[in-house]
């Protein structure tokens, strides 16, 4: 009997692996993590551990992907912490929802998404960032009453208070001086 497709079947095992190693995309990287499962799953079927093989694929396949996307689909967002009126005029000023369009394209090139968490007041919205309820917050530096100084802008549009450092690198590193915001990082107390 010709047992050529096992040894093809098994050298897809490390093929992917490696495949897998160097996976960016984090739903890349489970699509791939799923295939891997499914070819160990089947070399163990094909040498006749079937037990092992049922295990791989429920346990080592099924399960594993569905805590991993879970894990990944709740850790790539930024809660973004908005006032409730700004987030009414991010719909109709072209310049607020120009930015959060830029926010949602700076986070999708690092397979992050963005998700606008509304407040009914600034102190609210400060507290929000401080009791780390969203990462980020966003408003008019009006509502701040803080004088910005240092900043390209004469009249900056936004001012975006990150707690997370490395948010604010990927952020002052994409955000153009023409964005309309002021950016700084918030040392946040630990807990």
């Known amino acids: 009997m010709n047992d050529t497709y096992i040894y093809v079947i098994m050298a897809l095992l490390p093929l992917s692996a490696c495949k897998l190693l160097f996976q960016v995309n984090p739903?890349?990287?489970l699509v791939i993590r799923g295939i891997l499962g499914a070819i160990a799953a089947m070399v163990y079927a094909i040498l006749g551990a079937a037990d092992v093989a049922l295990t791989e694929a429920l346990v080592g396949?099924?399960?594993?992907?569905?805590?991993y996307a879970v894990a990944v689909r709740s850790s790539m967002v930024m809660?973004?912490?908005?006032?409730?009126?700004?987030l009414t005029e991010a719909n109709n000023d072209p310049l607020s929802g120009k930015?959060?369009?830029?926010f949602r394209q700076i986070l999708g090139k690092?397979?992050?998404?963005?998700?606008?968490v509304p407040y009914t007041n600034t102190e609210e919205l400060q507290r929000a960032l401080m009791e780390k309820e969203v990462h980020t917050i966003c408003l008019r530096p009006e509502a701040t009453n803080q004088d910005l100084v240092g900043s390209e802008n004469e009249n900056p549009t936004y001012h975006t208070q990150t707690r997370i450092q490395r948010l604010y690198e990927i952020m002052q590193a994409e955000l153009s001086s023409s964005s309309a915001t002021i950016l700084s990082y918030v040392s946040t107390p630990k807990s």
């Open 27 to 29: 739903y890349n990287a």
């Open 61 to 67: 396949t099924m399960l594993a992907i569905t805590l």
């Open 79 to 86: 809660r973004l912490g908005l006032l409730e009126n700004e």
């Open 99 to 102: 930015l959060i369009d830029n």
């Open 110 to 116: 690092h397979y992050m998404r963005l998700d606008l």
